[in-house]
């Protein structure tokens, strides 16, 4: 059967269709080398999205520089906060299964589906008026607190792996009682005014997924989500399945020192506990590219499509806008729709407000010894996903390596003369 008739009848099957026709240019290969050693990268995995086909994906370097074991296209990553609009994306399919609006009031919703509950239904702490939506926790307009997740110790090497941090339940990090290492999950500002990052609002995500389907998240990713996509390396499992513990990449927080005991556990897996690769990312990459554009894969339909990558309302805290390509020109409206920064360009810079949106959607993630960006086009199926296994333990401080991963998404969106 010819490759062009087989793509035809997995399209009439609503699965996207992945090609990986070409390889890098021994141009790029040899620019991404000298800068993973200039910037000391032990290893990378990279991914290229080119008119609505994955056109190439391509391992660099070491996942495990003690053993010498070199990344591959199969190689898992943390994805970190990439983890979020996947999450996004889930949360607006349970609503549609559901029959719900992404302007329910999250609070109501809760007591009802915990009424029957042997504890107490958790509620979000609200001391405003304004009652917080759905839509507010997936746009971060919320004024959910802004603290960030550091994860777990755990040792993946030890027979049986076991935890060095206790791990806490959701309701444990929801309240912030031991052992969370994070202060309770409540409303610190207005709602529904102010864009402010919080990790936290997928948090309460996370908890109503669960209190929607009555199984573990990782379950209900998979089902909805990866599944569905062909994302068969990925999961939002936490900790992770022994053989994707096996396979991960190191993590590193400096050349040759790698993070003492290994990959955190990130409990809270819609913040940032999805692990996978770039090939599977750009999957997910092409489904909504082609959602965007009216054809349907799996469960991930056109108008969610439309949805998660239309820009909400709000505008950024004084004083903290975001920077753009232009020096002296900033963007302090929200850049956000639900789960994706949406007013991107090809350089992964945002665009000024005295500009158009942004052609481009994207998010990047960090977690400790992992880097990843995730960025496409909305109109002609184009994109790439980086990850690498190179990055700070302090997750609060500077991240000197993102220009790394910067620097190489100028070069490529180049060499694809990306518009």
């Known amino acids: 059967m010819k490759p062009i008739i ?16 070409r390889a890098p240019s021994p141009e790029l290969v040899q620019h991404i080398e000298k800068a993973m050693e200039k910037w000391r990268v032990p290893g990378l995995s990279v991914a290229v999205v080119h008119d609505y086909r994955i056109k190439w994906s391509r391992g660099f ?26 999450t996004a994306l889930a949360i607006m399919i349970a609503l549609r299964e559901r029959g719900l609006s992404v302007d329910q009031e999250i609070n109501p919703l809760f007591a009802g589906l915990l009424q029957n509950d042997a504890a107490h239904p958790w509620q979000l702490p609200n001391p405003f008026p304004e009652p917080v939506t759905i839509r507010m926790l997936l746009s ?5 607190s802004a603290f960030h997740y550091k994860g777990y110790r755990y040792r993946y090497d030890a027979d049986p792996p076991a935890p060095v941090d206790a791990i806490p339940g959701m309701r444990e990090e929801l309240d912030g009682l031991p ?6 999950v409540s409303v610190i500002r207005p709602p529904g005014k102010t864009w402010s990052y919080s990790p936290a609002g997928y948090t309460v995500l996370q908890a109503l997924l669960t209190a929607m389907y009555r199984k573990d998240f990782a379950d209900i ?8 996509l062909d994302m068969n390396e990925s999961s939002f499992a936490q900790p992770m399945h022994p053989a994707q513990a096996a396979a991960i990449a190191t993590p590193y927080v400096a050349q040759g020192q790698p993070l003492a005991y290994g990959p955190r556990v990130f409990n809270t897996a819609a913040s940032g506990g999805l692990t996978t690769t770039p090939t599977d990312l750009a999957k997910l990459m092409v489904a909504l590219q082609r959602a965007l554009k009216g054809e349907s894969s799996g469960k991930l339909i056109p108008g969610i499509a439309r949805a998660v990558l239309r820009r909400q309302s709000g505008r950024t805290e004084d004083g903290k806008c975001f920077d753009t390509g232009t020096t002296g020109r900033f963007a302090c409206r929200s850049s956000w729709g639900l789960g994706f920064d949406v007013n991107l360009n090809r350089y992964l810079e945002h665009q000024p407000d005295d ?18 960006v995730f960025l496409g086009s909305k109109k002609g199926g184009n994109g790439l996903v980086l990850m ?17 991963m910067t620097e190489l998404v100028r070069r490529i969106a180049d060499e694809e003369h990306w518009r």
């Open 6 to 21: 087989l793509c035809t009848l997995l399209l009439l099957q609503v699965l996207p269709c992945y090609a990986h026709a």
């Open 61 to 86: 370097g070491l996942r495990d520089e003690a053993a010498q074991l070199r990344v591959d296209t199969s190689t898992p990553f943390q994805a970190a906060s990439v983890s979020k609009p996947i």
């Open 140 to 144: 971060h307009t919320a004024g959910t």
């Open 179 to 184: 052992p969370a290492n994070t202060p309770p």
């Open 221 to 228: 990713m998979s089902e909805l989500i990866l599944q569905p």
């Open 355 to 372: 500009a158009s949106t942004g052609d481009y959607f994207g998010h990047t993630g960090f977690n400790s010894g992992y880097l990843t």
């Open 388 to 404: 690498s296994n190179l990055a700070p333990e302090d997750m609060s401080g500077p991240v000197p390596q993102f220009t790394f």
